[in-house]
């Protein structure tokens, strides 16, 4: 979290402009970087970016091509940060344009703070407003000004607040962004454009909001008998498995999980979500399990389990694979969860959920009362081997000159570091990345499960920005990082998604985020015609000279990038090598990959047999 | 309206797909093209595309980079074809990202069809979905998975239909278009995946929707008892006035209202929304009339009229000036609207609204019986003179060899020859186009109400294909134009505008649309410094190489389009006599103009004055 101001703890007024207030709130919650674009209702606000206090604590406008992009870019931030992402956009027009973004945020669970300026509370009375979409014989019945607000209330915002009294703001923005934290989603707060100036109580910024004082504590007998069944579970089993998944990061408890891990040395697997949560060099790693879409060595393992400790559990068809995950037969199950924790044994069919108890509790107590010595762990060392990659049976290229994505899934994993930061758009290079062996603790973000095209490169832009902001946010053992290594921070996106956003590429330059781009040139989207129209137009996309764009977008002179086409392995194999021993203080490239139209990773082929293969 | 592909009307099967059927409907409802972008659950609809009747029809694949173009393209399509204009996304991530675009079309009255692909109607029961934002506890309650049709029905929507039987569905789509047509606002549709593939009745495709059939008839009596007071008022009037507001054009009623201009010679105005409605080269146009947000001379001519005829009037607080229009001193009012006739007399108080009637009916049968003899108009010479926009006063610049918005007044209307077609985003120059005199039938579009900036861009590409479909669309009275001319399109643009939406420059080319682009370069947010923040770092933008864009987007060889930065009267001057020598047959130009950085039209400053005049 951010200190608080010098100006506003010492002997100051004890009343501040709600603007000022406002961002020093934010800026003590974690966001000192805020996303966004002006709009007429919200420069009131943005004047209060200047203020003395404001400018102290460090606060940062990361000002955004259009809104949709300041959404996605908020969400990254968060999700690097795993703090409030922060987004100001302005009424009607602002708003609506980052729906999209705000709504991949509540679906993935990340923690984005939309900020809306709105109409005046003073202002004139008018049956009429050029910012509120009407419906026939508006002129005769007026608009409904809070349109917005009502889409997005108990539907994408996990808290909403439309500010109508200045003196309740402070109370209703500590209240949004606290359910913001406690729930890991998006929230809203709308401030009409005579608020920034209006004084507040400044007593408002003493109590810091974080996300450990944000989620409701486990009453202590409620927690002891969820760890008491945990643990005689576990004692009784003989091959135990740890599911990671998503809510795990979002929490904040990758560093705990791997604790477990370590001490207990029990098999362990990772959703499709929860990609990168654990430290995949641990001896135990067995790989990403998503049911039928992955591959036969990592099924077969998770299949051996008898019991399954599912940490941080997120449902959707996606990550859960459809219909619920297949267990193994006889299988029993306790999902570890932010608001309730499930045993459930698969072969009788009993559940019983605990909806008093949180899987953060729980999991720090698990830590502190497990007894090794009572385990009795009998995996089958034919069954449960080491996690290779290799597994995968990639086909033989021997002669092939190509850039193939079964060259990718080879080669590409030697560009990471420990301790760098992987970001992917929707796409088919995204399915191989499933299968990675990541080094320890690189950070792995792409959306697995709103799976919106063109996402990834504003995102990009907020964790390089995030980056910029927390170093090694990520990172939950400094020791084991190389000694004076800068994580890097790398973008894997596909030529389709990445025209949906490119914009967003000069906001990079503008605030010199170092990144390395890999844009894959496969002529259009791929991924959909490996669903359906391999050959039909609608999947074709214009070619660009991607080469260009670095210059184009303001880094006139390639001062910040360098920029480069490549189409044979020999070209980005040594592309590979060279930024592999590189970190993140040596500036930025982009690197066009030329690829084949209907190339496609193995992994995403399993998703589509697994498809067909439904009632 | 498309003719109704030959292979429907012969002696073929009865039943096809509901996919080709659906092609087919709005094919034949006007939209020959369709814009969007490829999605999961769209794809089963977009493979129709390739049927044989939907080929012979014509109907075309417009590609867009992102939703939200797409959105704004089939709005600047509809805007420009006074048809359908239609939108495909697909479920969530589309429909979302689209939804500021369709809001713009619904404040701004664009008859924009949004053809949403979502789950099959056959998906397997699951409590949870990847693309349904979830709120808490989702994981034990599921989503919403309507989520997108509530949050747009009886807010953005006239009309919105999720399909679920099959056995209806042909109706619920005709019910939208008609009531598209009917209330000139935004419809929805939602297309279950696996709908595309089932058969329907062809018998639906035998009735045709237009703008003309859609709309509810006047009653009769109604009608005459309207037109009788109308006349009445009329001829009692010795200064009356008419008022050309945006729904005269929307329903198709420009050439009417035109006609009843040069047949009475009644002095005429404009409203923000409705410029370039009337033929402002007849000798009775006064100029475009805004309340305070005018100059004084229009302001003075319209005070002065007695009777104020508002046709196709469109009240929210940009066009309807806040708190209502002020009128002259005794001014009668009569509103004429697509659903309501209102009598109004200002000096009483005294209204009378008639819903049953509209103004399409009303004027028809006002031509028809309007008796020129009758007409008793007294306009005072002296205060009634023809209209010039020198009467803005533009400052001296004697000498000056910058580019500012005074010079762009006065020189910028040359390239503009009858029945060309102008777009504006929402920006500092637009305000500076309200008082040209425009050409004879020259179209111009611009968001002149929702203001969403980024909006032209893509909108003018919709506008370049409507102008491929429908050449002449906008022309009521080809005699008058050139022999032989093709009216060009031609976009002006402000940098942070454009660098919104800018990818769409690549469909442009795509496409072959011939346009003529104006980039405003003034180093950011003008428009939003001239209100507040002028030297604010918040309203800065990044320098970019303009002149490279259409190379960088597809136009590697300069085929199709050349660039130019220009920085001097003398160069902008030369290109644009150059450009108003030609027609739209002479390929694209994309023109970078710099400009300063706080210059802004005078019409700009008087809206804020009297902003700050409002109590």
Redesign the interface.
């Known amino acids: 979290m951010g200190p608080l101001s010098q100006d506003l703890t010492s002997s100051k007024p004890r009343k501040i402009p709600f603007g000022e207030y406002l961002f020093n709130k934010v800026v003590q919650c974690g966001s000192k970087s805020i996303f966004g674009v002006?709009?007429?209702y919200n420069?009131?606000l943005?004047?209060h970016?200047?203020d003395e206090s404001v400018k102290n604590v460090g606060c940062r406008?990361i000002?955004c091509?259009?809104e949709?992009n300041a959404a996605y870019a908020a969400d990254g931030y968060s999700r690097y940060t795993n703090k409030l992402g922060t987004l100001i956009t302005t009424y009607?027009?602002g708003e609506?344009?980052a729906?999209?973004g705000v709504?991949?945020a509540?679906?993935e669970n990340v923690k984005v703070l939309h900020i809306v300026g709105v109409l005046k509370t003073n202002a004139?009375t008018?049956?009429?407003?050029?910012?509120?979409?009407?419906?026939?014989?508006?002129?005769?019945v007026g608009p409904?000004e809070k349109?917005c607000y009502?889409?997005v209330k108990?539907?994408?915002a996990?808290s909403a607040e439309y500010l109508d009294d200045i003196d309740t703001a402070t109370q209703k923005v500590s209240k949004v962004i606290e359910d913001i934290y406690k729930?890991s989603?998006p929230g809203y707060i709308f401030v009409p454009a005579d608020f920034p100036d209006k004084l507040v109580d400044v007593s408002g910024l003493y109590s810091k909001i974080s996300l450990e004082g944000s989620i409701e504590r486990t009453p202590h007998n409620i927690l002891q008998s969820t760890v008491d069944r945990t643990l005689s579970w576990l004692y009784s089993s003989k091959t135990p498995g740890i599911l990671a998944d998503a809510n795990v990061d979002r929490f904040g408890l990758s560093g705990q999980l791997n604790k477990l891990i370590k001490t207990t040395e029990i098999r362990n697997f990772t959703t499709i979500m929860g990609k990168s949560i654990l430290d995949e060099m641990n001896p135990w790693y067995m790989g990403l399990y998503a049911g039928k879409n992955c591959t036969d060595m990592v099924r077969s393992k998770f299949l051996s389990c008898d019991l399954i400790l599912h940490f941080g559990?997120?449902?959707?068809?996606?990550?859960?694979c459809?219909?619920g995950f297949p267990y193994g037969t006889g299988a029993k199950v306790i999902?570890f969860?932010q608001?309730?924790i499930r045993f459930w044994d698969t072969v009788c069919g009993d559940e019983d959920?605990i909806k008093g108890a949180n899987f953060s509790d729980v999991l720090e107590e698990l830590l502190s009362r497990i007894d090794t010595k009572k385990l009795d762990l009998k995996y089958d060392p034919a069954k449960f081997t080491a996690y290779k990659p290799t597994d995968l049976h990639l086909p033989n290229e021997e002669g092939v000159e190509e850039i193939t994505q079964a060259y990718l899934q080879r080669e590409f994993p030697k560009i990471l570091n420990s301790g760098d930061v992987l970001v992917c758009d929707t796409g088919s290079f995204q399915f191989g990345v499933r299968d990675y062996r990541l080094p320890s603790q690189v950070k792995y973000m792409a959306q697995c499960?709103?799976?919106?095209?063109?996402t990834a490169l504003p995102a990009s832009l907020g964790v390089g920005i995030g980056m910029q902001d927390y170093p090694f946010a990520h990172i939950y053992d400094q020791s084991k990082l190389t000694p004076g290594y800068v994580p890097k921070l790398i973008l894997g996106v596909g030529d389709g998604a990445a025209?949906?956003?490119?914009?967003e590429l000069?906001?990079m330059?503008?605030y010199q985020v170092s990144i390395n781009v890999f844009l894959w040139n496969n002529n259009g989207?791929t991924i959909?015609r490996a669903?359906?129209?391999a050959d039909?137009?609608?999947?074709?996309?214009?070619?660009?000279?991607?080469t260009?764009?670095f210059?184009?977008?303001?880094d006139?002179d390639g001062k910040y990038s360098s920029s480069a086409y490549v189409d044979t392995r020999e070209q980005l194999g040594s592309k590979i090598r060279e930024l592999g021993r590189k970190g993140g203080d040596s500036g930025s490239q982009f690197i066009e990959v030329k690829m084949g139209t209907m190339d496609y990773p193995v992994q995403l082929q399993l998703m589509l047999n697994s498809f067909k293969s439904?009632?």
Chains 1, 2 share one sequence.
């Open positions: 002006p709009g007429d420069l009131s943005l004047e970016l200047y406008w000002a091509c259009n949709l009607g027009v609506l344009s729906l999209n709504a991949g509540s679906t004139p008018c049956n009429y407003h050029h910012l509120v979409p009407q419906l026939h014989y508006a002129n005769l409904n349109l009502e889409m108990d539907r994408i996990c729930y989603k559990v997120e449902k959707n068809e996606v990550n859960y459809a219909q999902e969860h608001s309730y959920i499960s709103y799976l919106s095209i063109g025209q949906m956003t490119v914009q000069t906001t330059i503008r989207y959909e669903f359906l129209g039909s137009g609608y999947n074709d996309i214009m070619p660009w000279k991607w260009k764009l210059e184009a977008f303001g006139f439904k009632p």
